[in-house]
């Protein structure tokens, strides 16, 4: 499976918490994983992204604390554990893959990065 699949969206009142889950990827080395968010009406946001090798990660500052993105052991599965969530986070959530750039030691919050994408998943934070 080289797409990525998203599963673990759903509706949550504010303050709650969803966890976020995605697993594929064709890239087996200097792999990039990332979240992204998007709302009607305006473009895509970079949440979180993950070197998979490294274990480094880099957040939007819209959700640094509350956010944390992760892998399991065998690195084919990353989550993205959203807590004390705002109706802000409202937004379809996309899970994306490509690889480390040149020189780099954390994955920019850059869709430029992530030539791979999967099909979305609707995050809905009620007031």
């Known amino acids: 499976q080289v797409q990525p699949v998203e599963s673990g969206g759903g509706s949550v009142q504010a303050g709650g918490s969803l966890r976020l889950s995605c697993t594929g990827s064709?890239?087996?080395?200097?792999?990039?994983m990332g979240w992204f968010r998007q709302t009607p009406g305006k473009g895509r946001e970079g949440v979180a992204t993950?070197?998979?090798?490294?274990?480094?990660?880099l957040y939007a500052d819209s959700v640094k604390g509350r956010f944390t993105i992760s892998q399991d052991n065998s690195g084919n599965t990353v989550y993205l554990q959203m807590n004390s969530l705002m109706s802000e986070d409202t937004a379809v959530y996309y899970c994306a893959t490509g690889r480390l750039p040149p020189k780099s030691v954390v994955c920019p919050l850059d869709e430029t990065t992530f030539p791979v994408w999967g099909q979305g998943t609707q995050v809905t934070v009620s007031s």
């Open positions: 064709p890239y087996n080395y200097r792999r990039c």
């Open positions: 993950m070197y998979l090798a490294a274990d480094s990660a």
